[in-house]
């Protein structure tokens, strides 16, 4: 039996198709936006999308699906380690789960994203699966076990793999989406020794530390900070003589008032944990935020922004 269309409907399915493989929105911070956040590359958003939750690391780890669960188990789970990005998104209501996924889609293979795999919530492994992927937390990204579709790619840019993760759900029936990006890569050396930090203070006065890490908009130091807090603190006991300023630093992304507090409270935060961990004298450091406004690179790119993002140690 032929199906037969009146005049002109052919060419509303195709419009009715344009709109939905082309909603996606330019690559560009919207109103509404968590501060500091954008959209990946060349990936950009569905239309009239916010980004809720934003988190880039330089060098962290990233779980991704390649096949779904069997008995409530990963049967292909992929450990990746590189620079990390996770961008949340919502959309106000009216768009399907499936209608978001597909504009995703469509735009990694645009971007040359060569498909891994691709789910619905049964065809996943339900909620366990959900539970196996690094989501970021609530209310940042909301995640219904029951409804919901993954897609994942892979491909290869400049002699380095990069691999994508795009989870939709729904709550309210306002759409949920997390894009999470994989750039595979070895982790930079970052730690500086008791020994350059004296030469540095010796040779320029100051000297810069990329070993304290903080999440993202906070002033609490991560535990993987140790190692450089150690090398600071052997410094200071092998020198009784030395006092430091401990300055924070930050990029340019967010308000000039927010960054020059949050910078402040980052370089107390480390001279609080020196002497509450390793017994340093407190008259011995002193603290100051100042923000972006001494940036060692271009807060125009990711690498400019990753070297001005700091504390440094400066000799009075």
Known sequence: MKMRFRPGTLAQLA????????????????????????????????????????????????????????????????????????????????????????????????????????????ACGGIPFT????????????????????????????GREIYAGVLVSQNNQQIYAQLTIAELGAMENKMVSAAAMAKGLGDKGHIALYGIYFDTDKATIKPESRPTLEQIAQLLTGQPQLNVFIVGHTDNQGSYDYNLDLSRRRAEAVAAELVRSFRIVPARLRTAGVGLLAPVGSNATDAGRALNRRVELVAP
């Open 131 to 158: 539970e196996a992927i690094d989501i970021l937390p609530v209310p940042q990204m909301w995640v219904d076990g029951f409804e919901y579709r993954y897609v994942a790619g892979r491909k290869a840019a400049d």
């Open 15 to 122: 419009l009715i198709a344009a709109s939905i493989f082309h909603s996606f929105a330019p690559a560009a911070a919207q109103p509404g936006d968590v501060a500091g956040a954008k959209d990946y590359p060349g990936i950009g958003r569905f239309a009239g999308s916010v980004i809720t939750g934003y988190v880039a690391k330089d060098f962290d780890a990233a779980r991704l699906q390649a096949a779904p669960f069997k008995d409530g188990k990963a049967t292909d789970e992929r450990r990746l380690e590189g620079r990390i990005v996770r961008i949340a998104y919502r959309t106000a209501p009216g768009p399907s789960i499936l209608e978001v996924a597909r504009n995703f889609e469509n735009q990694l293979a645009k971007q040359g994203f060569e498909p891994l795999f691709a789910c619905d919530t049964d």
